[in-house]
């Protein structure tokens, strides 16, 4: 039996074949995360084939994003696939993946309130929604709950929030240096990197890049860049709270982390099952400290079809499956996913209040303030292009930081200026 599909090139009708019991369609469907996660999507996969018998869905566990991107270069790439935001201009360009909206929409999919409109954005290309959003994770603060007491600070006069909602760079300051005054133990980490700098420069009302759209250079030399940078370096460079560079190389910030060594850490959503495995460790989330606006960077996935699925209808099918509330409810328990499936990111299989951290919310209520990137043939070529000029704001004895942010913007452009042409970014 055939059925009717669109071509997304010609719009020309082709022939989409429908399985029987004894013939099913088969799907391949490449997924990364930690085993523990892809796991939690195996038994969604083996539900729907339970539930879809003339359907067959094999899950493929890629390492991690990148090696997603080499399988569907190569010559029998997956029907259905999870892809990181950061690769949408990459896998577009190449003609990879083929436009949703109109697929989901014909069946039903409801993107109103149902999902989270910037994760939405955040995959929309041409004015055309690429990929399905999966997961939004914000960056935000971790701390150890032991080592950073806010009614232990209120006693001694310091400075500390009044809530988990929002919080002050003099703030995340104060515990910083309050963790720190405990033996052995540091205040902080913040990764040595653009993606770590960055949630730091957009609250202080600085810029990244020179167009959103089409950027050719970064702009840290700008002055508003350049005046973030100045008081967030105040708080990320002095020794006394910060972890050296020596002191990293014998033991990770994350290990010391855990180890109840460090007061903060910067991270993501993935980050709660490993910590949860430490049962002396005490943790829970604040966002990302304010500047001058609450803004943070994101771990944003989607999931997509290929350009030519073994059948477009039944991978259609599959990925609204997939998205269901009661799908998505048995992955977030996995304790890795921050849904952009509203229902599920506010109810009990997200929030888990029975466990740490005990303020889940936060990653709800910081998901409004990320602010995405422009869509770039490579983000990792850009970090490596100018990782030792950032290395050096945090770690230099003496901080020219007029010399340095020249040396990052210019460092960048080899990167920026070398770009495919854009078809238009995400919207934002």
Known sequence: MLAGACDTETGEPQQDPVGTV??????????????EEVEAMQSTVDQFN?????????LQHAADADEVIDRLNAKNPPDVYLLSQRDLAEVAKQGLNQ?????????????GDYYKRDAIDSFSLDSRLQCMPYGVSPMVIYYNTNLIDWDAMKEQGLDSPASHAAWTLDQFNAAAEFAASRPGAKGVYIDPTLEGLAPFVYSGDGQLFDDPADPTTLTLSDDASRDALSRTLRVLRPSKVNLTPRQLRKESALDRFKTGKLGMI??????VPELRKTPSLSFDVMPMPVLDSQTTVGDV?????????SS????????????????????AEAGYLVPSNNEVAEGEAFLQPDQLPAHAAVFNQTVRNIVQPPLL??????????HAPIYKLFFNRVLNLEELTEAIDEASKSILENQDEPSETATN
């Open 266 to 271: 910067a991270g993501y959503r993935n980050m």
């Open 22 to 35: 004894k013939n099913p369609v088969k799907l391949s469907f490449m997924a990364y995360g930690a085993d």
């Open 312 to 331: 477009v209808s039944a991978a259609a099918d599959f990925i609204v499956d997939i998205i269901s509330t009661e799908a998505v409810e048995r992955v």
């Open 301 to 309: 996935s989607g999931l997509c079809i290929s350009a030519e699925p």
């Open 377 to 386: 043939d490579s983000w990792d070529d850009l970090e490596e292009a100018v």
């Open 50 to 58: 339970v539930d879809h018998p003339t359907m067959k869905v094999t």
């Open 99 to 111: 436009p949703l909206e109109e697929l989901l929409d014909s069946r039903g999919v409801d993107f």
